[in-house]
């Protein structure tokens, strides 16, 4: 079974900056839509950022654009997220998720429906 592991939250102030990893194990990475979620405690799972297999399709919800971008390097089996003018309401723990076969960068962005598996989830805390 496919398994995915993020690593790269921390504790942080206002304005800082981090960059979210997360590596895949599997043959299916590199043609596979990938993506990530976030979820803060009492909310629901929210879509962050979508990553088609070469690239260069990507999509970002619309309290992060702007400030976070997502890429993939199919090599190392892995995608990122990079996250810049982080704000208090930026806290949550972080999912990278990958599609279910043929899922879309658009299917990704309304919601959860279309991720075939999860990341355990990076914690990232943002004070004020």
């Known amino acids: 079974q496919v398994q995915l592991v993020e690593s790269g939250g921390g504790l942080v102030q206002a304005g800082d900056s981090l960059r979210l990893s997360c590596t895949a194990s599997?043959?299916?990475?590199?043609?596979?839509?990938m993506g990530w979620f976030r979820q803060a405690p009492g909310k629901e799972r929210e879509f962050v950022s979508t990553i088609d297999w070469s690239g260069g399709t990507t999509y970002y919800g619309d309290s992060v654009k702007g400030r976070f971008a997502i890429s993939r390097d199919n090599a190392k089996n892995s995608v990122y997220l990079q996250m810049n003018s982080l704000q208090p309401e930026d806290t949550a723990v972080y999912y990278c998720?990958?599609?279910?076969?043929?899922?879309?960068?658009?299917?990704?962005?309304?919601?959860?429906?279309?991720?075939?598996?999860w990341g355990q989830g990076t914690q990232v805390t943002v004070s004020s």
């Open positions: 998720a990958k599609g279910k076969p043929g899922a879309s960068t658009a299917q990704f962005m309304n919601g959860p429906a279309n991720v075939g598996y």
């Open positions: 599997g043959r299916t990475f590199s043609t596979s839509t």
